[in-house]
């Protein structure tokens, strides 16, 4: 048997399992209505007769008493809401939320219901589950939590569950695993609750008992039966959480409630790092007549969306947005638009910083430095970040004491205000470790980098954005001490997360490629490398005002590939499309060079230099 290791998802399934529970009831609470959701379904459903003649059906003739019989029928509801579920598509949740609180609310009733009038010890659910998953989430978690996303069925009868695990017999190659849950129900929990709807379902013979979504339950223990290949996992339903995951869970409750629930799942979803769907509920909101009649109202969404672009890697639009919001508060002078504007200047050069303008951004991040300094109830926690903000730049003018001591008083107001796993303290350490980085102090940074790493694995979703920086600036390091291949390890890791969570044309993206690439040109593999650095250059050849940050070394290296690969067919004396290749690379990275020399003659002379050689010595391998 070979050995797995996940130390960090443990944790990681407790932050899965906060999330689920903070978007349930936050769908709960948002206001909703039948004609809407009923619209929605006939959009996705346009195409389908007989799904078109069961939402006709239901639009007629649905009750709140009906919930648990439509969602057992295999129709429209079924299937869009679990999908969705499985998918985790917050847009289509969102939409269904008429149903899904009519769906939770008759679960708890009839949990309250039952309660007195039967008892239920233990279910059962059968199913199969990928070698991949069933490694992460319950053999290496015994003891830890086991999160359900979904609304989840089980059954009385143990017989019905064993046919549902699948086939026992399967193979040794088999990429499944046969899974029998047993799950004790001797605990009355009601966060979350369930009931027999063996009378309510459409199917009564199946004995179901159903669970609302997002159940925690713990992992008591697991079993393997030789004679069936079948493991039997031992769980029960429970409230008890890590008191780090309570505490933190009650702080983003806090930090993200706003008075309109809509601009709270903005907030929520923000978190969860689904920045495309969090726009469109901006945009959503910006179309409520209610909402917009407030200025302060309008300004404070249109802030966060300048944020999403941000997020986005849309820095361009970001600050378009943002440079327009400012100017149209300063109209304004109430107190009450100060802050607004506080947090619209450091979003913008947050913007600014991604497009290497330095200056700008310490002039708008002093500028609202000052702002909230002098107001009558001085945030602190926002001035703690914007002393972050401030040392980032700090790092990027090789001010690096400077920097440390910003973070330094960030790291003080930040340890009196938030719960000890919170994501800001990972930005932190992120930005501890960069100075480290750049004083050539490889063990501190790693250090620090391996704190942020191991909060944000305790604090966010497995697919978030910051997991993947986390394991690209482990790597980033490991390559300055020459760890070649365990650097190569943490950037392809970073690629593969990257790839999956971000647009296709996100600079994050090509920053990962270019950095595989590099390590596979220095171990020779120079087909591989050239496969990288394309990849790279055509997420770069889209962002001309940013090419001065890697488009340089993409040309570079390259050339040098195409160089390496095209004197390989010299010396056979075989002609290569390869070495006109490398000298078209060079000519482009020669005129953006000089191009971007006008604003920084000094930092591309190296460049420049370096290109001219790689030239000659491709026009010395073609003769």
């Not at 949990?111 to 990928?130: A, D, F, K, N, P």
């Not at 699948?166 to 047993?182: C, K, M, Y």
């Not at 995951?245 to 929520?268: A, D, M, S, V």
Request: net charge negative; glycine share 2%; with cysteine.
């Amino acid at each position: 048997m070979h050995q797995l290791s996940y130390p960090e998802d443990t944790n990681r399934q407790e932050a899965e399992s906060m999330y689920a529970l903070l978007l349930r009831d936050l769908l709960i609470e948002i206001e909703s209505n039948k004609e809407e959701m009923v619209t929605f379904c006939r959009q996705k459903c346009a195409n389908d007769t007989i799904q078109l003649r069961y939402i006709q059906d239901f639009e007629n003739t649905y009750a709140p008493s009906q919930t648990i019989n439509w969602y057992t029928r295999d129709t429209f509801l079924y299937r869009l809401l679990n999908k969705a579920l499985r998918d985790q598509d917050i847009g289509t949740l969102y939409s269904l939320r008429y149903f899904i609180k009519d769906l939770h609310l008759q679960l708890h009733n009839e949990y309250i219901s039952q309660q007195q009038s039967e008892t239920i010890t233990t279910v059962y659910r059968g199913q199969l589950m990928s070698d991949e998953e069933f490694d992460k989430r319950i053999r290496c978690n015994v003891g830890g939590l086991f999160s359900v996303y979904s609304f989840l069925s089980t059954t009385f009868n143990k017989r019905l569950a064993i046919l549902y695990a699948g086939n026992h017999n399967r193979n040794d190659t088999s990429s499944e695993q046969s899974v029998l849950f047993h799950i004790d129900l001797n605990k009355p929990i009601t966060k979350f609750p369930y009931a027999n709807i063996s009378t309510l379902s459409a199917f009564e013979a199946e004995d179901e008992i159903l669970f609302t979504m997002g159940a925690v339950f713990r992992i008591v223990s697991i079993k393997k039966r030789d004679k069936d290949c079948c493991w039997n996992v031992y769980l029960q339903l429970t409230n008890e959480e890590d008191k780090e995951l309570r505490t933190l869970t009650g702080y983003i409750r806090k930090e993200i409630k706003q008075q309109n629930p809509l601009f709270t799942l903005i907030n929520l979803v923000r978190h969860m790092a689904n920045y495309e769907q969090a726009e469109k509920f901006c945009q959503l909101l910006l179309k409520d007549p209610s909402f917009i009649s407030e200025f302060s109202s309008v300004c404070n969404i249109k802030n966060v969306l300048g944020c999403i672009y941000s997020d986005m890697g849309q820095h361009a639009k970001a600050t378009e947005w943002l440079e327009k919001l400012i100017n149209d508060i300063s109209v304004h002078s109430s107190p009450v638009y100060y802050i607004i504007v506080a947090h619209a200047y450091n979003h913008l050069a947050v913007a600014y910083l991604h497009q290497n303008e330095r200056d700008k951004a310490l002039e708008c991040f002093r500028t609202a430095l000052d702002i909230v300094s002098n107001s009558t109830n001085p945030d602190k926690m926002g001035i703690a970040t914007l002393y972050s903000n401030i040392g980032a730049v700090y790092i990027e003018q090789k001010r690096i004491s400077e920097a440390l001591e910003m973070f330094e008083k960030s790291l003080e107001i930040h340890s009196r205000l938030v719960p000890s796993n919170h994501p800001s303290l990972a930005s932190l350490h992120n930005s501890i470790a960069a100075a480290y980085s750049s004083q050539d102090d490889y063990d501190d940074a790693l250090e620090h980098y391996d704190k942020a790493r191991q909060i944000q694995c305790s604090s966010l979703q497995s697919h978030h954005p910051d997991i993947a920086a986390a394991y690209y600036n482990i790597a980033t390091v490991l390559l300055k001490k020459d760890d070649l291949l365990k650097a190569l390890e943490m950037y392809n890791k970073s690629l593969e997360m990257r790839l999956k969570i971000l647009p296709p044309d996100h600079l994050d993206i090509a920053a990962s490629y270019t950095a595989v690439s590099l390590i596979e040109q220095i171990r020779g593999n120079y087909n591989e490398a050239l496969k990288g650095f394309n990849q790279a250059h055509q997420i770069r050849v889209n962002d001309f005002k940013n090419y001065h940050v890697d488009i340089d070394v993409i040309y570079k290296n390259l050339a040098e590939a195409f160089r390496v690969e095209g004197g390989s067919f010299a010396i056979l004396k075989q002609p290569s499309k390869l070495m006109e290749e490398a000298l078209i690379q060079v000519k482009k990275a020669q005129d953006m060079l000089t191009a971007y020399q006008k604003v920084n003659f000094p930092k591309i002379m190296p460049d420049l230099m370096g290109i001219d050689l790689i030239k000659k010595q491709i026009e010395a391998t073609k003769k």
